[in-house]
């Protein structure tokens, strides 16, 4: 499945932006979708994920409580709203579709078809 991700953009500390996952042909066809994100000279890690069927969502401790992980059932994507945003959120975000388990959910390795990034820079 081939991976869109939209919405990225420049916001100032404590604003808010939406991000969109979209999947080619209109489906995942995956159990889980998950968004990770990637800042300059560091390695990509785990943001937030959510089990298609069933809806159980799962957060790294530096969004708990700002981001939220949903589906968009009307236009079959998966959005990533970000509020009360840092400028260590700063990065380059990617969803990700994969068939993970709940010990997994958090790993990139689970996640098998990867979208492009879409930008976020976060301004002080």
């Known amino acids: 499945v081939q991976l869109q991700a939209s919405g990225g953009g420049l916001v100032q500390a404590g604003g808010s932006l939406r991000l969109s996952c979209a999947a080619s042909g209109g489906t995942f066809g995956r159990r889980a979708v998950g968004w990770f994100r990637q800042a300059p000279g560091k390695e990509r890690e785990f943001v937030a994920a959510?089990?298609?069927?069933?809806?159980?969502?799962y957060y790294d401790d530096s969004v708990k409580g700002r981001f939220t992980i949903s589906r968009d059932n009307a236009r079959n994507t998966v959005i990533l709203q970000m509020n009360m945003l840092k400028p260590e959120d700063t990065a380059s975000y990617h969803c990700?579709?994969?068939?993970?388990?709940?010990?997994?959910?958090?790993?990139?390795?689970?996640?098998?078809?990867w979208g492009q990034g879409t930008q976020l820079t976060v301004s002080s």
């Open positions: 959510t089990f298609l069927s069933g809806g159980n969502t």
């Open positions: 990700a579709a994969g068939n993970p388990i709940v010990s997994s959910v958090r790993s990139r390795d689970a996640y098998g078809s």
